[in-house]
């Protein structure tokens, strides 16, 4: 994963450091707890610098997860 828009100071940035804690499943994949719908326009945003809402979502909700 890269740096992502943000020049590199992300959650996931910090998440992958070790620097705040974190769950594993039992593959070794990170678990991250947040609503699907909402976080996957987030995500996208990060991979691509484009946020890009769903008409089913309220663009509000997003930034509310992304805070």
Known sequence: ??????GGSSFFTVLLSGRIPSTLDETGAY???RNGDLF???LDFMRTGK???PPC????????EAE
């Open 1 to 6: 994963m890269g740096a992502g828009p943000n």
């Open 31 to 33: 678990f991250i707890d």
């Open 40 to 42: 996957t326009p987030i």
């Open 51 to 53: 946020l890009i809402v």
């Open 57 to 64: 979502i309220h663009v509000d909700a997003i930034y509310n």
